[in-house]
């Protein structure tokens, strides 16, 4: 009985021949996130995310400690700036608060897009060989980003109650509570778009490696980081630098603790602005996506 079960054993085939599993990723020319199909995948979103922040980290000798000391770094020159050259400040916040609270979202935004438009050029090899939702990619990258603002963002509490205590400042508990994930939300919500939009242009035409980082240098002088927009002297500058996503963002997430007058209207136009950006970058991306094998 045995030698029967080994002579069986013997003349099996030394592999065993698997079904040849081809998918064929469509365009999709509709404002679809493809909701159920990132969900079957979302433990990609955590491997891919969590890889992002280890890299970017990795072999530093601070190593998390830069996500706070960039921000902080930044924070004291542009106060000394703002010194120097009398820059106005809305809401009469302290110059170090009012630079430190627009640098944590402006770099989430900065650090978002760098990380999504680069993101499919990184990852060209992966797209190639395996298939999975390729929206998982430049989300991982906008999502990294969020590492970044948390470390930052322990800074921001106890920085707020120091001129809470010295008494420049006023807190609005329920509108900062209210403000603080509306304007992360909005914030993400831009960043995706670009960095979505960048990512599959970036694919296409590697010129745009070099266009991410002067487009980022650029917008920052239209963002209310440094100097309060809605006090330009030109009143149709104003409605132009609303066209900005991040207006609205930081000008919400400031007035929660400062003495300035939100401007609705200009609010509006900026978190319009946003919603743009979302939907041109997820249309684009969707539709072209299905290329993205052959041009990787």
């Known amino acids: 009985m045995s030698c029967f079960l080994c002579g069986i054993i013997v003349n099996l085939p030394l592999y065993v021949s698997l079904p040849y599993m081809e998918y064929e990723i469509k365009s999709d020319e509709k404002l679809n996130l493809g909701i159920a199909e990132l969900w079957r995948y979302r433990e990609l979103f955590y491997f891919f995310t969590w890889r992002d922040i280890k890299v970017k980290y990795k072999q530093t000798f601070l190593g998390f400690a ?106 609005h508990l329920i509108s900062f509570i209210l403000a603080l994930p509306a304007s992360l939300i909005i914030t993400t919500v831009a960043t995706f778009g670009v960095g979505s939009l960048l990512a599959a242009l970036n694919l296409k035409y590697r010129d745009f490696r070099y266009v991410i980082p002067f487009m980022i240098s650029v917008l920052l002088f239209a963002t209310p980081v440094i100097y309060p927009i809605s006090g330009s002297h030109f009143h149709w500058a104003k409605y132009l630098f609303a066209l900005n996503p991040l207006y609205s963002a930081i000008e919400i997430f400031r007035n929660s603790f400062s003495n300035g007058n939100l401007h609705i209207y200009l609010v509006m136009i900026s978190s319009c602005s946003s919603l743009l950006f979302f939907t041109i970058g997820l249309f684009y991306f969707r539709k072209t996506e299905a290329y993205f094998a052959d041009l990787a």
């Open 66 to 171: 830069w996500a706070v000391l960039q921000p902080l770094i930044l924070m004291a020159i542009f106060s000394e700036i703002g010194e120097a050259f009398n820059i106005p400040r809305e809401g009469g916040l302290p110059r170090p608060l009012f630079a430190y609270s627009g640098l944590l979202l402006w770099n989430v935004f900065t650090s978002g897009v760098t990380n999504a438009g680069n993101s499919m050029v990184i990852n060209a090899n992966i797209i190639k060989k395996i298939y999975f939702p390729r929206l998982i990619i430049p989300i991982s990258g906008v999502l990294s980003s969020l590492f970044d603002f948390v470390m930052a963002f322990a800074l921001f509490i106890p920085m707020l109650g120091y001129y809470i205590w010295q008494g420049g400042v006023r807190l």
